[in-house]
């Protein structure tokens, strides 16, 4: 693996350089995210996500939209990449694990 499972981690362990280049690696821009949501809860379900919100999209009016980026997994096993499922399709733009 070329990152570490940073949507594993706390989110205070976590620094910014680390989510920077993890969302690099992710949604492969050169920018890093315009926002981070870095998220953990554990009932009563456990749940860890890491979602980014570009600084800025190629999606314009009259071009083909954007493909949804979340990718689903468990216990660092991908279960399902760019799920569109788990976000509305109006949150296409956002990208993360």
Same mark, same amino acid.
């Given at each position: ?48 996500? +890491? @979602?980014?919100? &570009?600084?800025?999209? #190629?999606?314009? $009016?009259?071009?083909? %939209? ?10 660092? +096993? @991908?279960?399902? &990449?760019?799920?569109? #499922?788990?976000? $509305?399709?109006?949150? %296409? ?5």
């Amino acid at each position: 693996n070329q990152v570490k499972a940073i949507w594993r981690e706390p989110p205070t362990t976590v620094t910014e350089e680390e989510h920077a280049t993890f969302y690099k690696y992710l949604a492969g821009d050169h920018q890093g995210p315009l926002y981070t949501l870095h998220y953990v809860t554990d009932s009563p379900i456990d749940i860890n996500a +890491v @979602l980014y919100i &570009a600084a800025d999209h #190629d999606e314009t $009016p009259g071009s083909s %939209r954007m493909t949804p980026n979340l990718s689903l997994y468990c216990k660092k +096993v @991908l279960i399902r &990449a760019k799920c569109a #499922d788990l976000l $509305p399709e109006w949150m %296409r733009f956002v990208q993360g694990i």
